[in-house]
């Protein structure tokens, strides 16, 4: 017999290549839309932290009660990175969407995985 796990998560990265460096250094912006979009998605946010690196860079991190949300940018590379894992089952295409419509980027390098765990 063979042991079928059952669905324990669903995880999403996305890369945008080619985002203006003015996107990419307001911080406020960043951290505000990423908020918005996850409270619109039905996420409950614990609580979040942010670093900025010197000569560039910025780092937001949200700590969910169904997972995390993450994103860094790379300005040297006109690129940000976003990461979003949650163990219950939320509208994550549409959070990436708009990410795309707000962004622009000129390539999108998306990855969506089916997390399934044995216990």
């Known amino acids: ?9 669903h995880e999403v990265t996305a ?9 990419l250094n ?8 990423s908020l918005k979009l ?3 998605s039905g996420f409950n946010i614990l609580e979040s932290s942010e670093h900025v690196f010197q000569p560039q860079g910025y780092t937001f991190m949200v700590l969910l009660s169904e997972s995390h949300f993450a994103l860094h940018t790379y300005p040297e590379y006109n690129s940000i990175y976003f990461h979003l894992y949650t163990c219950r089952k939320r509208d994550t295409e549409k959070i990436f969407s708009t990410l795309k419509e707000i962004f622009n980027p000129k390539e999108v390098v998306l990855r969506k995985e089916v997390v399934r765990v044995k216990f």
């Not at 017999?1 to 998560?9: L, R």
């Not at 307001?26 to 505000?32: A, C, P, R, T």
């Open 15 to 23: 890369i945008f290549n080619g985002v203006s460096l003015d996107s």
């Open 1 to 9: 017999m063979v042991f079928k796990a059952e669905e324990s998560g």
């Open 26 to 33: 307001n911080y406020s912006f960043l951290k505000e839309i």
């Open 38 to 40: 996850l409270k619109e």
